[in-house]
């Protein structure tokens, strides 16, 4: 009896370690959107867009909706019906972006990275200032494209007013 109570202390170490690992792996959730874009104040925009993820991949085209608000919210949705392609949402403070086919997602805080042009469509349509590596021009007829130099990745398309 002896070499097992010698054993104990250790053993019930272990085990709360094991316990505690597991409970704080295994309840973790993730973060599925930033806010929900209903109520006033919200100006919603549909359209087409055309998007090449990177230089060398082929474009999709498919459904865009910009839903933005006078905070400075704004929620991007493209879909290639019956599929949801892109999900993003940027605050002032906080961005968060989903690719539903590939079953993966990024957040962050601060300013978005520039990889993700998506992120930053609601500046480019508003005029604002981008990062160097984001080229955007107005088209006839009100049509856009935003492109990443650096990737190649491409936006294009319209939005009704």
């Given at each position: 009896?002896r ?6 202390p ?6 709360a370690?094991?316990a ?18 209903t109520?006033?104040g919200w ?9 090449r993820p990177r230089?060398?991949l ?5 459904d865009l909706i910009?839903a ?7 929620l ?8 949801s392609?892109v999900f ?5 403070t906080r961005?968060?972006i989903r690719?539903?086919?590939q079953?993966i997602?990024?957040?962050?805080h601060?300013?978005?990275p520039v990889?993700f ?7 480019a349509l508003a005029?604002?200032?981008l990062p ?6 107005r088209?006839?007829?009100g049509g856009?494209?935003?492109e ?6 491409v936006?294009e398309?319209?939005?009704?007013p």
């Amino acid at each position: 009896m002896r070499s097992f109570e010698g054993h104990l202390p250790r053993l019930f170490l272990r085990s709360a370690l094991l316990a505690v690992l597991t409970l704080l792996c295994g309840c973790q959730t993730t973060t599925q959107s930033l806010f929900t874009a209903t109520g006033p104040g919200w100006h919603i925009q549909q359209g087409q867009a055309l998007w090449r993820p990177r230089q060398g991949l082929p474009e999709f085209g498919g459904d865009l909706i910009l839903a933005t608000n006078a905070d400075g919210w704004a929620l991007i949705q493209f879909d290639k019906t019956p599929l949801s392609m892109v999900f993003a949402q940027t605050t002032p403070t906080r961005w968060f972006i989903r690719f539903p086919q590939q079953q993966i997602h990024f957040s962050g805080h601060g300013p978005p990275p520039v990889r993700f042009a998506w992120l930053y469509l609601p500046a480019a349509l508003a005029g604002k200032p981008l990062p160097l590596t984001l080229h955007f021009e107005r088209r006839p007829q009100g049509g856009w494209r935003l492109e990443n130099t650096g990737t190649g990745e491409v936006l294009e398309g319209y939005l009704s007013p």
